[in-house]
């Protein structure tokens, strides 16, 4: 799928992925700059990835894992520092949200920062939701 806004659009292809535009991207992030070029090929290969470019020029990323059935993960939502602060974030979330393979599953999302920005796109804090969790050694 696709959605179009101006001079951006946002893709579901995963033969559209720059890998080198992602790990780029990541490698700017507090939560994946020290993940592995080939962890992100495999995330990639194992989710559903929407890639947000400007003209042909990849400046966005994310990706929902899912089981198709109960449950959407967002994960690494990010966008190039450029291009940030145009309501691009939001453009990307909500264009995954309208996904028909996931808009009728429970969405979730774990962040450390960003609470208005989600908020702003829908999102609820569920103070009840505990996540537990083991970091890799990379």
């Known amino acids: 799928m696709?959605?179009?806004?101006?001079?951006?659009?946002?893709?579901?292809?995963p033969?559209?992925?720059s890998l080198p535009a992602v790990n780029a991207l990541l490698a700017q992030t507090y939560w994946a700059a020290s993940r592995p070029p080939e962890r992100t090929v495999d995330s990639i290969q194992h989710s559903l990835p929407f890639s947000l470019f400007y003209g042909n020029e990849q400046i966005g990323f994310a990706r929902v894992l899912t089981d198709y059935s109960v449950y959407a993960v967002i994960?690494?939502?990010?966008i190039h520092p450029d291009h940030r602060r145009h309501g691009?974030?939001?453009f990307?979330?909500?264009?995954?949200?309208?996904?028909?393979?996931?808009q009728k599953?429970?969405?979730?999302?774990w962040s450390g920062d960003q609470d208005q920005f989600y908020q702003a796109c829908g999102f609820k804090y569920e103070q009840?939701?505990?996540?537990?969790?083991?970091?890799?050694k990379w």
């Open 2 to 13: 696709e959605w179009k806004r101006d001079q951006y659009w946002i893709t579901d292809d």
């Open 15 to 17: 033969s559209k992925v």
């Open 75 to 78: 994960l690494d939502v990010v």
């Open 88 to 90: 691009l974030g939001r």
């Open 92 to 102: 990307l979330v909500e264009s995954m949200l309208a996904h028909p393979s996931i």
């Open 105 to 109: 599953l429970r969405t979730v999302l």
């Open 128 to 136: 009840a939701l505990k996540l537990f969790g083991i970091s890799p």
